[in-house]
């Protein structure tokens, strides 16, 4: 009688368009998600409540949330249930449950018993790796009796849920100005952001952060970073920190910091008064001079110097200019002394 019943139930089922519900203790879930039980009942039941928990207020991407789905009623001993989401990936650990093609639909596979007046089915919901759509998440549950027909079942669906995306980066760009490298980002969907930090790498991979702006009403937000040296290849990106200490990161963007120079000289290499000019652009740490006479004696040091030295009294002749940069070599040139 049972095989009688279960086959009836499932004729009826298809005949509404239904794959399949948990209609009985011998229910195999569903392939697909529908949006309710009508082959069980032709109405929802009020007796029945359906939740969905531990969706975030506002989701970050590229995260996985922890979500569980409630069925409760107070005189059913089982459940089953159904989600679908438009956006991320549905998975789960839980042998009771099956997650349809495409990973945003699931649903059990088996019936679940009650502890207390509910039971709770545990998966995990991932958030898409490029955020701009709110996430929409629908549930349907029923609380069965047990028996071997669809007599007692009652069905219900879980109030609509949405997720919005914390922040959504509208563009950011970071181009060499000058003596700097210029940051500008923009941004919609601002909800709940305490502030964004301006974050900078050398390698694309290790960030730190250079400079923290206050969300504004304009959402649009610059910043010159002049800690830049000639050569180098910058990576920068801007993360948002919303109100509850969550992340949400922008694309990562890279410039290669490179400035005009003038040839590295020492000049004139003939002094006749006591000036001496020094055209070093491009090394400007812990720059130092020192002239050695003939003998390789140093006879004059000057240290963190600019762009002009006065040269002491003395004796007319030649020497050896030695320019160093951060303690290394970086010119030896011949001058003369003649005034």
Known sequence: MKTKSL???ILLCLAFGIFTCLNTSF?????SYQNGCSCHNPTPSVNT???ITNLPTFYNVNTAYPISVTVSNPTKVAAGFQIQTNIGTLTT???????NPGNKSAGHNQRKFFVGTSATFNLTWTSPAVGGTAANFDAVGNAVNNNTNNTGDEWNTAAPTNVALSVQFLSMTAQQNNTA????FSTINEKNVSHFEI???TDGQHFSTINEVVANSQKKYQYKDAAV???EIYFYRIAEISTQNHQTFSNITSVKYTRATKPLMIYPSLIIGNLLTINAENMVDDLSLTLYNFAGQPVFTARNI???ISIPALPNGNYIANLRSNNESVLVQKITLSR
């Not at 229910?27 to 392939?31: A, E, I, K, N, Q």
């Not at 650990?93 to 997650?99: A, K």
């Open 181 to 184: 490298i210029d940051i500008n």
């Open 93 to 99: 650990t839980d042998p009771g449950i099956t997650i």
């Open 49 to 51: 409540i359906v939740s």
């Open 27 to 31: 229910s195999s879930g569903f392939g």
């Open 229 to 231: 040296r000639n050569g």
């Open 199 to 201: 974050q900078k790498s």
């Open 7 to 9: 086959l009836t139930s």
């Open 306 to 308: 600019a762009s002009t």
